[in-house]
């Protein structure tokens, strides 16, 4: 073997060669997850299907989904998964379209579709990382065009409307469901990667200019909707009366949540004693919205500082990635997961 084909191969180990910090964590919080996810979800999965396991089941098929993904991840250039973003998009605004009109309806909500005998899905998840990808895509092609032209206003206003554009009809699609929390990730995702791509202080301070606008976009999306009100009025009276409004009705979840954390003191009760996991927390929020209350409760404040500091970890090595990245779409697409996932 000549010593030219020896450093080609070496280069391509190099290239996609998983940083260990990052697979590590990866590794533990699937299977942690895992665990929590069975732990959490007994008493639901057993009083609706009559199998403790059914809930179980389901997040190991997307686990070994993931870990598909994952495999393809690793032996394809992402320069080459890139190429597909925009078909990819354009596939998930199709079924966020679809969604609104054949989706399941839970809770005055339709954010769930069941294609064929497929498991049901939740676009707007992909949705997250459709938008992650396009934008890799789209900022790293751009780049030389617009971005580094940000002390130009034409130039900037060029970079903006389509980034707008594309953004602002994923986040519509979404809010419509009604879904704001997706919604509000979708965006400060993608507008963290916009204020990446700029080169100069001009870039940053024009959007920020924008702050203004989309502050007042989110309160507009809160105010229409009395349920959303309701939420803020009960989580500002908790901050500045030390006391949950109406704990029998809108203010009921919160109560739950802040029983759980008290009753888990600094060590907790003990993996499997959490009681809100008892149908105390509505629905099934007990393994998906509210699972970090089930956590405190079995893992106390010491469960939860290890577990909000292995995340802090994970920002500052993924956005060290990103910055040390050899080609923009891979700063980009370090960067948009990693903020992505923090939310």
């Known amino acids: 073997m000549s010593s030219k084909k020896r450093v080609k191969r070496k280069q391509t180990y190099d290239h996609h060669f998983p940083d260990k910090a990052v697979l590590a964590f990866v590794i533990v919080m699937a299977i942690f997850g895992t665990i929590m996810i069975y732990d959490a979800s007994v008493y639901m999965a057993t009083q609706?299907?009559?199998?403790?396991?059914?809930?179980?089941?389901?997040?190991?098929?997307?686990?070994?989904f993931g870990g598909i993904a994952g495999l393809i991840a690793y032996f394809v250039d992402y320069k080459k998964l890139l190429k597909f973003s925009l078909p990819f998009l354009g596939i998930i605004i199709i079924l966020l379209a679809l969604v609104l009109v054949v989706g399941e309806e839970i809770n005055f909500s339709k954010r769930w579709i069941q294609l064929g005998s497929l498991p049901s899905i939740q676009p707007a998840e992909f949705a997250k990382l459709a938008i992650v990808m396009y934008f890799s895509s789209w900022?790293?092609?751009n780049e030389n065009k617009n971005f580094k032209k940000g002390d130009n206003?034409?130039?900037?206003?060029?970079a903006l409307i389509p980034f707008l554009a594309v953004l602002g009809l994923v986040a519509l699609l979404v809010l419509l469901e009604p879904d704001l929390g997706t919604t509000m990730v979708i965006c400060i995702t993608a507008l963290i990667m916009f204020l990446l791509s700029g080169k100069n202080k001009e870039h940053r301070n024009r959007l920020l200019t924008l702050i203004p606008v989309i502050f007042l976009l989110g309160i507009a999306a809160i105010v229409v909707e009395p349920y959303r009100m309701s939420r803020i009025q009960t989580y500002f009276e908790l901050i500045f009366k030390g006391e949950v409004a109406d704990p029998r009705g809108s203010g009921y979840q919160m109560q739950q949540i802040l029983i759980g954390i008290g009753s888990g003191g600094f060590f907790g009760k003990g993996f499997g004693?959490?009681?809100?996991?008892f149908g105390y927390l509505v629905e099934n929020t007990a393994f998906t919205d509210s699972t970090f209350a089930v956590l405190l409760e079995e893992f106390g404040l010491a469960g939860g500082i290890i577990m909000v500091t292995a995340w802090i970890l994970f920002l500052t090595r993924g956005l060290k990635i990103s910055l040390s990245a050899r080609d923009s779409?891979?700063?980009?697409?370090?960067?948009?997961?990693?903020i992505w996932l923090q939310m």
Not at 48 to 64: R, Y
Not at 329 to 338: D, H, Q, R
Request: no cysteine; proline share 0%; net charge positive.
């Open 139 to 141: 900022f790293a092609k």
């Open 273 to 277: 004693q959490s009681r809100q996991r």
């Open 153 to 158: 206003k034409n130039e900037f206003t060029k």
């Open 48 to 64: 609706e299907f009559g199998n403790q396991f059914h809930f179980l089941i389901q997040q190991l098929a997307w686990l070994l």
């Open 329 to 338: 779409e891979g700063k980009y697409l370090a960067a948009g997961i990693t």
